[in-house]
């Protein structure tokens, strides 16, 4: 629709495109889709890329890379990096030690079916927070699985209510399966509470979030018993945790902090309007 809006507007002075995401299901939309793009990515002065991962596997971005600059997302990290004690030890008295948490919406592209068989070699619990259509499947799979005490759906958690959770957590885990993952955001939330990730090496820029054995551990896509294999190693060695929790929590400092994302974006617009 933004696109459709620009074209119909005639604005004719400069404009600066953010690309999140390539159009990666719909096909047929997205084939009848691409000219109207390009239109708009030609006339563009510049195009905001959230990853170097997403630039160098976009088909649609390499026609247009000389025009690319990346600057990855960033959010207010102090949210995620405020302990609230007494609320961690309520969710500890609830559900116990060696926590994992995953947080999304339940859609195809976010792989928690797999996440849900790795559970199965997991000595431990798995907090799913969000809502979406394949809440009932994921239910199901994992009564048919026999691990429904291990898997706890705890819902939709909005803005501060969540924090909580991730300081309860041990471990953080995004087994996202399609590139329709471009970023994966919530990574970010996961490493301002130092907690280290466990990611799925998909093209995109996922795996560029959360650096694997520098801030977590990064496996293939659709496979459950290598996310079994990096939970558990995380959960069987504190030192390891506190590490790449530290150093993801560093990282979401230096490079996804959002006045570090405002500073970036500012200075590319006075490039532009200079030019």
């Known amino acids: 629709m933004a696109v459709l809006a620009y074209l119909a507007s005639g604005h004719r002075g400069r404009v600066v495109v953010t690309y999140h995401s390539d159009t990666v299901r719909q096909r047929l939309l997205g084939a009848m889709f691409e000219p109207l793009l390009h239109q708009v990515l030609r006339r563009s002065s510049a195009i905001i890329v959230t990853s170097p ?37 309520a969710l500890t008295r609830q559900y116990g030690h060696r926590l994992v948490i995953s947080v999304g919406r339940l ?12 559970m199965s070699q997991v000595q431990g619990k798995l907090l799913i927070v969000g809502d ?12 048919t699985l026999g691990i429904e005490d291990k898997v706890i759906f705890v819902g939709e958690i909005q803005n501060d209510a969540v924090t909580p959770y991730y300081h309860a957590s041990d471990v953080f885990a995004l087994a996202s399966v399609a590139r329709s993952e471009a970023f994966g955001i919530v990574q970010i939330e996961a490493m301002a509470a130092r907690l280290p990730v466990v990611n799925t090496n998909l093209d995109s820029g996922v795996p560029f979030v959360s650096l694997h054995a520098q801030t977590g551990l990064t496996v293939l896509p659709q496979d459950s018993g290598a996310l079994a294999k990096a939970i558990n190693t995380l959960l069987d060695d504190p030192q390891l945790r506190r590490q790449l929790g530290a150093a993801g929590h560093l990282r979401a400092r230096q490079e996804f902090h959002l006045d570090v994302m405002v500073g970036r974006i500012s200075a590319l617009y006075e490039a532009v309007m200079s030019d």
């Open 53 to 89: 991962n997403y630039l160098q596997t976009s088909a649609v971005l390499a026609r247009h890379r000389d025009r690319c600059h990346v600057i990855p997302y960033g959010i207010r990290l102090e949210q995620f990096e405020h302990r609230d004690d007494a609320a961690v030890a």
């Open 107 to 118: 859609v195809y592209y976010k792989g928690f079916e797999y996440l849900i068989r790795a």
């Open 132 to 143: 979406g259509p394949l809440r009932r499947d994921l239910i199901q799979l994992s009564r």
